[in-house]
């Protein structure tokens, strides 16, 4: 019928839940519930409450080592504070071209903490070696700013991993070049479900490679709101305090984050989420990869596919279940798996995709 | 008995909550439910999403006015969101000595936006009009920071009120000096109780006074996390998307602090959780006013007191059901009450008032 | 002889003046004759004196246009104070990658003026048009940063030149993308006398073509210390005064620095002086373009030749007379000249650089 | 005659030189001639210059001690970088709430080292060791900015100075508190004439008593542009290069500034400078004394008399021969002597004020 809108173009039904973003996924029941377990009666503020010492174990069991864990608000605010920890005036982070903290955060690092961020050579979202000592010979010059740290993000912004080797090898051209490591893990939940699933993986890509301060991730896999920095040693979190202060990231009901990061932690529920959310973007990927037009390759590392896709049926598919264009020069848009995601939604969405690209 | 541990030296029951803070409180049953409730399928992030929209119209409503809201994480990041988005390079911000901004942010505002802040005279925490005329003389010369913005805070710090007309006043000083006003209103809803406890008084203390953009607290008065900042007028919100974001104050989730938002808005239920706090600070009030020793003076205007104690009693006390030193030089402390003070909360703390302060 | 010294290795005469750098030579003659001049008696401090009056004036007529001119300390600096006059919170600056103000400033604009600088694709070290173009997907979207002004250098870094028209259409698809277009002219002297060696051929460069604002380089075209920032128009340099202040730019004997821009441009002196550096370095390449190990190509543009050389002859050249490298990782090393470069000392020079690379 | 204009309606000759400031002097005759005389040939820009060398040289003689000096273009600019070799993120600057760095100086220390500035009671523009000992008790608390750093201005902005043993006791209270100590001595060589007129004296006042970094004032002195950052301890220094350039201070060539220095050291040239101006002030002092309405205290302790001084009496003298206001509320004038203020200047402008304020 020619009254249809739009967005009924398609026959198929469509998904109960989008591909748009794992922040478009509410929270997980079990971090709700611990929530609003937490909610009850009164509570010192600024994390002198029973939840977040409880929180802070929690990561150092997790860790099996003496981390210090300083929770904040959100991703950019914890980047930002786990960089300024670590920087120095006249200091530099070296970073990837598609970093998030570089490209998606709207000059936060620079304004709030001063810092230059220098955009080395990249292989599918990765900083590589190459990319890193491309930077050392400004080292030692007053004219130029100094690096001091290597960001790298994990799972990446374009959904690839960094294998353990290859962050061991790049924690050790950094710390021979005097630089210390952070590593972005908004999403390292879907890292530590894809290399392995357990604890040791976890401990493996990060702090056992290498990485020296780490943002681990809390919103995208099935948070309410907050962020966690683990320092793989006290002495680097000395001034952390402060400096969480001073960049906006305190907050005053903590116990609030601190519940929630109970929840993700027990049991490692957080590897679960992740591994869902990267179940069904493989999923996904299977049950399209057949349409040739959409440009697959090799099946998705973690929760994002990254399709070729053209009018009418990109914009009739966005209509029908939304999702986000990534590289409009490309013709690129990108699919975005959650943890709760299900195989209903993968199958509606799949089959919507098929009708779509059909004619 | 000896063995006794040092908490049980006061033979009166512990009240159940603290008079510590409001931040100490939890939330609200009425905000964790919507909360709860806004946990419902998928919503695009960033205030895409129907929640948000929903409690930006609440916020017309509430003002009865085309005010643009922008919500944020927490009360620091708010205010350095809020101020970033009213000054220039080389402009300052006119406040009072003990204004949280200048006393209790750890530099924020130095550090991320760039600002002085310029302490005037104040009289009980407020910002006087000769204070605000004491900076006019540095208008127009390159030597000094320009005064660009005044921030005022209602209530203040120190648990006083600005009246209507001393806000009206102040703001009308500020615009002829050319000065835009921003109000921290993070116990905006105790003052509101305290000055009338309608929309209308909100209105009139704020907008309809001359009050160019607000901080409306959700936190303190019964939120989990999360402040509004609520401009007069869209054009001084044309680049604020930009600025929150820049200064970390970007919540992906939106829907989880909008949703808050609503609940607290609807029937004003934020006036309803002020009120109660206030009232059970003037209960206190009243039941420990006879102890001369307290140096108690007029009722509280908000909720918080801030009495004479000395050791013993006041670590006796202070171990026995906690609260915070306020000026150590002056051998004051502070009391709050929050909205879930209850009678009894009151009458125990009293009684062990009674009891610390009797011999 | 074994007992030689090794920098006497060639038997070429040292040339008396280095081809290190344009700010390896000191001041012209005439430039310190006028500063001694301005050395009388007293003047008021931050420009309120005669002789800044006069330089204004001069450049006033120097561009037949209505100007504002604020001198600066340095380049650095110049570059910053120009920058922090065009910039709001959240937007950003777009260079090219071998910008000064990106690549040898130490991170000064993102420390003191809290921008990010948005590197783009360039060739020769001229940003083009098609870099330009490949931000304005960044504009409206506030997980960005929002490019605000380009700038472009004149002559760059590398030793290249931006015709006219190119200037022109760089600033018309700035201005169409709503951007502000900034020069930074440190060695605009050299590109003035390369492209036509009158006031109009400045004329026509810069403001003529869309420039915005122009940093008006002095201290490399025979100055002792001082840049000049013009703006085209006065209500571009509204808050020129304070920001000029804050970035740490105003100098108190103001003079010293107008009275060399007065003998600078008197007589159009500064183009003499590019012009005499340019010929030094179009002579020293002829006379070792017969070279090939060089790898010279093109006669220079302005005044720096950037050859390849390789050990010994490198060092021994160095030793000999210093001059820098440039790419190490390339094997080329930089020859500059200066106003005060000889033709003796281009003959001597080309002398010992034909004996260094005989053997 | 009626025909003659405001500014001859006295009849006192104007003295040749004003009494405005001691930055509206011109440079010492030895400055120029040896900013001309190093005007030779080419030399390494940056500090790489025999110069620069030198002047270093001198410095550790004048000292007695291996400090490390960093030259700088300006007066705010030195204090800034200073500062910023001595903070980290989230510290504060103790300081007097007249300290130029406060209050003349733009913002420029909030805005480039995002610091804060805590002003403390003083008398007399001297910080005292109360106001010193007021801010410790924002030390540990996350909640506040730090205090780390103590700056003192020797002579003060309003005239006074502090005694060695002043500053050894506010050093040795910076110090138990953790805080390091910056002297800003933009009038150090009327300090150190006033207090003795010897390098000892310097020393005495400045790394003896505990000052850890001191900015050596040279153009307030008799010099063109130009200032000295002098760490007490090299390793104070570490990262004084890259802060210099970031922080916009790195003149290239620098042999401009060293050279100057050379001349002002050499024979102690500053201290006779700096002798110059305070025994005008004090000439002048004792020539206008016995003026009443004047309200003139004890002598000048340097080069500034601070009279109170109202209209028309004020307006006349300064059409005849300029000054600034200083305290318009206090109808207080600020009268400023120069290295070069003749005897026949002080003669001629106290005739002029006993002629103004005779009727």
Known sequence: MDCCPYWSVLRSPRPERWFASDNAAGAAPEVIATLVEANTGHALAYGSDPWTARAEECFRALFDRDVATSFAYGGTGANVFALGCLLRPAEAVVCSRVAHVTYDETGAAERIIGTKL?????????????GLSSVAHLLGSEHHVQPAVLTITQATEMGTLYSINEIRTLCEIAHEMGLLVHMDGARIANAVAALGGSPATLRAMTFESG???????????????????????????????????????????????????????????????????????????????????LGLGAPPQVNSIFPRLVD????????????????????????????????????????????????
Chains 1, 2, 3, 4 share one sequence.
């Open 312 to 359: 009418p049926a990109k914009s009739v598919l966005q209509e029908w279940s939304f999702f986000w264009d990534w590289d409009v020069s490309a013709s690129q848009v990108r699919w975005m798996t959650a943890w709760d995601t299900s195989p209903a939604d993968v199958a509606r969405f799949a089959a919507g995709v098929h009708e779509a690209t059909s004619n």
């Open 118 to 130: 220098l955009e080395v050579d990249t292989l599918d979202g990765k900083v590589t070696p190459q």
């Open 211 to 293: 990485v020296d301060v780490l943002t681990f991730g809390g919103t995208k896999c099935g948070g309410v709101f907050g962020e966690a920095v683990v320092f793989a040693r006290p002495d680097l979190a000395s001034r952390a305090k402060y400096i969480r202060k001073q960049t906006t990231q305190l907050h005053s009901k903590m116990r609030f984050i601190a519940a929630q990061y109970v929840a993700l932690l027990e049991n490692n529920l957080f590897i679960d989420l992740g591994r869902r959310a990267n179940d069904a973007a493989r999923q996904l990927h299977e049950a399209v990869c057949d349409i040739p037009s």
